[in-house]
Nanobody, 115 residues
Framework: EVQLVESGGGLVQPGGSLRLSCAASGFTFGRNDMSWVRQAPGKGPEWVSV????????YYADSVKGRFTIASDNGKNTAYLHMNSLRPGDTAVYYC????????WGQGTQVTVSS
């Protein structure tokens, strides 16, 4: 059974940082692309970032480029999203995903950026 468990969200002031983690199980982690997607209140899902299988290539939405960094640790079957220079507009529930829109999703972790 595929499981994705996100953690690391919380309340942070503008300009602050957080690191999200996504612990994965039930599939061969190193052979799958891992994505982060977020959904802000009242808005549709927004793709944030993806790391290719094996960690070779990474891609980011323009809205987070230069501020967020995606990473993965195959030994720990865990994907990460390092978020710096956070803005109120980054407030959302963040989900990790494997297999695309019809793939598997975690339960999400709330990130709130507010003073």
């Amino acid at each position: 059974e595929v499981q994705l468990v996100e953690s690391g969200g919380g309340l942070v002031q503008p300009g602050g940082s957080l690191r999200l983690s996504c612990a994965a199980s039930g599939f061969t982690f190193g052979r799958n692309d891992m994505s982060w997607v977020r959904q802000a209140p009242g808005k549709g899902p927004e793709w944030v970032s993806v790391i290719n299988s094996g960690g070779g290539n990474t891609y980011y939405a323009d809205s987070v480029k230069g501020r967020f960094t995606i990473a993965s640790d195959n030994g720990k079957n865990t994907a990460y999203l390092h978020m710096n220079s956070l803005r109120p507009g980054d407030t959302a529930v963040y989900y990790c995903n494997v297999g695309g829109p019809r793939g598997y999703w975690g339960q999400g972790t709330q990130v709130t950026v507010s003073s």
